[in-house]
């Protein structure tokens, strides 16, 4: 077993950091529509993203080796030698941790700017749990990885690899038709052993049955495949039939999307607010910006020039000034006359576990009119963002419209209710919305035309009637 420490973690970070650096540049100049400039980069986009997230999924395994295997010497240790051993190796998985979602944001940048046009299918990938590494099996992984590499179209339709990615959580690949720019349909890879020197790659794939016929007419089809691979190993059969569920349940919702009422809402968000504390960037560590009469922005800024130093960097560890500093500005947002004031915290593109932060019917910040230099340092943990968010006033404009907060014991939680006459309109998901602001940089106003425009068409029904809402950022 490879001993892991941070010495050598460093060093692979550093070996990583200029293949980011390079898919990163790619990526920006194909945002920048210079597509002629990449041709042969875009081409093998996916499969050297995927090249890259091998070598970070290795070494995140050695690193949970290495801290399983420390954990059983615990007794041949002292207990403050312990402690100080366990934290280099949980230091050390935190880092590798943040470099797999670094690449994965890159994926999710790639990915949406395909699916942007399928949003209801982009929100059921959401609803499915993350996958945070590729394939752990080495035959899928061989499969998966030398099929992108192989095949990047599959007639009219670009190959969209999900393992990459943290938005496509069902199927392997999507199929997207860059005619129509319209998803064609989702697929399962299995990869079989044939003779011991060939792999057998078999493609289960769904979707609408005039382009799916129309994709893959030049395809075998084996038909008994399934039912003589179900007697060799039938745990990995029923494994694969759940997949297909799971894929034609996404694929149904999907085809049966007919929103009931559209509206357009334009707002301004809070980017202009967010380029503008840029200008401060590289002034102080620490940079606080009001942006609203509850929402305070705080930038955190790390010095280092390696990205391997950044991500052993702990930004929490700030000096008594700062935290004075940081006590004044929190307090700028209170109301001193009110007993109603809370906060809560949120952070731009990464949460406070480092994970991605991803909310169904918004796009990756990647997306957004931000300049690419200031893209760079939010992926590249130059600038950790952080938000600070106190409703109380959003709640003062939700009483003026005659929402109250009660407790609904139908839900068994805090609502937003109106009484108008006899009836009663709930709203229960208010954490969704306020995860727009604190998270996505959705300005409250909108949030107030979004609760404006629900509340207004929600009284044309007489009946009890539940209203799902959908949010999509364009």
Same mark, same amino acid.
């Given at each position: ?5 941070? *010495? ?54 050695? +690193? ?16 403050? #030698? ?5 934290? !280099? ?5 935190? /880092? ?12 999710? /940048?790639? /990915? ?5 046009? @399928? ?148 707002? #301004?968000?809070?980017?202009? !607010? ?15 910006? *009001?942006?609203? @009469? ?27 000034? @700062? ?11 209170? @109301? ?76 068994? *939680?805090?609502?937003? +209710? ?23 940089? +959705?300005?409250? /106003? ?29």
């Amino acid at each position: 077993m490879t001993e892991i420490n941070e *010495k050598n973690i460093r060093q692979f970070i550093d070996l990583i950091e200029p293949k980011l650096e390079q898919l990163w540049d790619t990526l920006c100049i194909f945002k920048s529509g210079q597509i002629e400039k990449i041709s042969e980069k875009f081409i093998n986009f996916q499969s050297e993203l995927a090249d890259c997230q091998i070598l970070i999924n290795g070494e995140f395994q050695k +690193v949970r080796t290495n801290i399983k295997s420390f954990k059983t010497s615990r007794n041949n240790l002292s207990k403050e #030698n312990f402690k100080i051993g366990e934290k !280099q190796l949980k230091d050390c998985e935190q /880092a590798i941790l943040h470099l797999i979602y670094l690449s994965k944001s890159i994926g999710d /940048a790639y /990915a949406w700017f395909f699916l942007q046009n @399928d949003k209801e299918i982009l929100n059921e990938h959401l609803k499915s749990p993350e996958n945070l590494l590729l394939p752990s099996g080495y035959l899928g992984r061989l499969g998966e990885i030398e099929f992108i590499r192989s095949n990047k179209m599959i007639g009219d339709n670009l190959i969209i690899y999900h393992g990459t990615t943290s938005i496509l959580r069902i199927g392997d690949i999507s199929l997207v038709n860059l005619k129509t720019f319209k998803l064609t349909g989702i697929a399962e890879l299995k990869t079989d052993s044939i003779d011991g020197n060939k792999l057998q790659l078999r493609i289960i794939a769904y979707g609408k049955e005039d382009r799916m016929k129309q994709t893959f007419s030049h395809f075998q089809e084996k038909k008994e495949s399934k039912r003589e691979d179900k007697i060799k190993n039938e745990e990995r059969e029923a494994r694969l039939e759940k997949q297909i569920q799971t894929m034609l349940s996404a694929l149904k919702v999907y085809s049966n999307a007919q929103p009931s009422v559209t509206k357009n809402i334009y707002n #301004n968000s809070y980017l202009g !607010q967010l380029k503008h504390l840029f200008e401060y960037v590289g002034k102080e560590k620490m940079i606080f910006s *009001k942006v609203d @009469d509850g929402l305070l922005f705080i930038g955190a800024r790390l010095t280092q020039e390696k990205l391997s130093q950044r991500l052993f960097d702990n930004p929490k560890n700030t000096e008594k000034s @700062d935290n004075e500093k940081l006590t004044k500005h929190v307090c700028s947002i209170l @109301d001193p006359e009110s007993d109603k004031n809370e906060t809560m915290s949120g952070s731009i593109h990464y949460n406070k576990e480092g994970k991605i932060n991803t909310l169904m019917g918004v796009k990756p910040i990647f997306w957004s009119d931000l300049p690419v230099d200031c893209l760079k340092q939010i992926y590249f943990y130059k600038l950790a963002l952080i938000t600070i968010y106190n409703p109380i006033f959003f709640g003062r404009e939700m009483n003026k419209r005659g929402f109250h907060i009660e407790f609904v014991e139908s839900f068994n *939680k805090k609502c937003l +209710v109106k009484r108008i006459g006899e009836r009663q309109m709930i709203m229960e998901n208010m954490g969704y919305y306020f995860s727009l602001i604190i998270n996505h940089l +959705v300005d409250e /106003a909108t949030v107030l035309k979004i609760m404006d425009t629900i509340s207004l068409e929600s009284e044309n029904f007489t009946d009890s009637t539940k209203i799902e809402t959908h949010f999509y950022q364009v």
